[in-house]
């Protein structure tokens, strides 16, 4: 089978990952266990689960002007990334999120940095390779706006367009509209409110170990998870949206989709850090068959 062109508009991170027995209270200061520095933003992180499982695979996205910038860039290379549509903002930092790891809970501060200048004109500037596309993935750590705007040129094209709408935001109507496929977590899906039941057909809700729900004829369809054992979830929904992407750009049903969706964050959550723990087509498809 061809493998699935891809592309990514969205965050690109620097993530600072600070490991603890437990996250300190208001006021408290506690010693941590272990830190480290891992590449990562949704965007990139979906990027790279896509790529790693399979698709050819495009980013677009900014970086700053800080050390943060080269590393961030040559990491998605590595990964086989193509990263001509990243491009380099002057005088801001590239973004970064503190992450604080404790037991099996995370909790993220994203400060979004040049995230925040992916505009409406680099989306024109890569517009040829956008429109080349078999699937296009966004999420909303990168303006509103521009996930409208590029949304509205994908719709105009017939390019499908997966949407996270992470983190959590009430989408305004032509957004909802101009989607194919919109994978909110529970929390996310909540945030979103009462929708159509045309919207209610888009939406593919990520229910962490208990798997992820679809509607079909107005039902709710269940597509169970997988009990393995956790050492790290940050990424693990950036993974599946990522293996989701790759499922459906290849034709696959939304239910088979979401199986090997799945199969991928589970196995993503087995390892430490968002990016490291993703794994290849190959360890999904093995996983499944076991």
Same mark, same amino acid.
């Given at each position: 089978?061809?493998?699935?062109?891809?592309?990514?508009?969205?965050?690109?991170?620097?993530?600072?990952?600070? *490991?603890?027995?437990?996250?300190?209270?208001?006021?408290?200061?506690?010693?941590?266990?272990?830190?480290?520095?891992?590449?990562?933003?949704?965007?990139?992180?979906?990027?790279?689960?896509?790529?790693?499982?399979?698709?050819?695979?495009?980013?677009?996205?900014?970086?700053?002007?800080?050390?943060?910038?080269?590393?961030?860039?040559?990491?998605?290379?590595?990964?086989?990334?193509?990263?001509?549509?990243?491009?380099?903002?002057?005088?801001?930092?590239?973004?970064?999120?503190?992450?604080?790891?404790?037991?099996?809970?995370?909790?993220?501060?994203?400060?979004?940095?040049?995230?925040?200048?992916?505009?409406?004109?680099?989306?024109?500037?890569?517009?040829?390779?956008?429109?080349?596309?078999?699937?296009?993935?966004?999420?909303?750590?990168?303006?509103?706006?521009?996930?409208?705007?590029?949304?509205?040129?994908?719709?105009?094209?017939?390019?499908?367009?997966?949407?996270?709408?992470?983190?959590?935001?009430?989408?305004?109507?032509?957004?909802?509209?101009?989607?194919?496929?919109?994978?909110?977590?529970?929390?996310?899906?909540?945030?979103?409110?009462?929708?159509?039941?045309?919207?209610?057909?888009?939406?593919?809700?990520?229910?962490?170990?208990?798997?992820?729900?679809?509607?079909?004829?107005?039902?709710?369809?269940?597509?169970?998870?997988?009990?393995?054992?956790?050492?790290?979830?940050?990424?693990?929904?950036?993974?599946?949206?990522?293996?989701?992407?790759? *499922?459906?750009?290849?034709?696959?049903?939304?239910? *088979?989709?979401?199986?090997?969706?799945?199969?991928?964050?589970?196995?993503?959550?087995?390892?430490?850090?968002?990016?490291?723990?993703?794994?290849? *087509?190959?360890?999904?498809?093995?996983?499944?068959?076991?």
């Amino acid at each position: 089978m061809t493998k699935p062109v891809i592309t990514v508009i969205g965050s690109i991170n620097m993530d600072m990952v600070t *490991e603890a027995e437990r996250a300190p209270d208001q006021g408290e200061t506690l010693m941590g266990t272990a830190f480290q520095m891992i590449p990562g933003g949704k965007g990139a992180n979906q990027a790279v689960a896509a790529a790693r499982l399979g698709a050819r695979v495009s980013m677009i996205g900014a970086v700053g002007d800080d050390p943060f910038a080269d590393v961030l860039t040559e990491n998605l290379k590595r990964e086989g990334v193509a990263t001509a549509g990243v491009k380099r903002v002057s005088g801001v930092s590239s973004g970064v999120a503190s992450i604080v790891l404790s037991e099996q809970d995370n909790r993220i501060l994203v400060v979004p940095g040049a995230n925040g200048r992916v505009d409406r004109a680099l989306v024109d500037e890569e517009a040829e390779r956008i429109l080349a596309s078999d699937l296009v993935i966004m999420q909303l750590e990168i303006p509103l706006d521009t996930v409208i705007y590029a949304a509205k040129l994908c719709k105009d094209n017939n390019i499908p367009v997966l949407l996270n709408p992470a983190p959590a935001h009430v989408l305004p109507d032509e957004l909802l509209e101009t989607c194919t496929w919109l994978t909110p977590n529970e929390m996310e899906r909540k945030a979103m409110g009462d929708l159509p039941q045309a919207v209610l057909q888009k939406l593919i809700v990520t229910e962490g170990k208990a798997g992820a729900c679809f509607f079909r004829n107005g039902m709710e369809k269940k597509v169970a998870g997988h009990t393995v054992d956790v050492v790290d979830t940050t990424g693990a929904g950036d993974t599946f949206n990522g293996a989701l992407a790759v *499922e459906l750009a290849k034709g696959r049903t939304a239910e *088979e989709a979401i199986r090997f969706a799945n199969a991928a964050a589970a196995l993503s959550v087995t390892k430490l850090g968002a990016q490291t723990g993703m794994p290849t *087509e190959a360890q999904v498809t093995r996983f499944l068959s076991t």
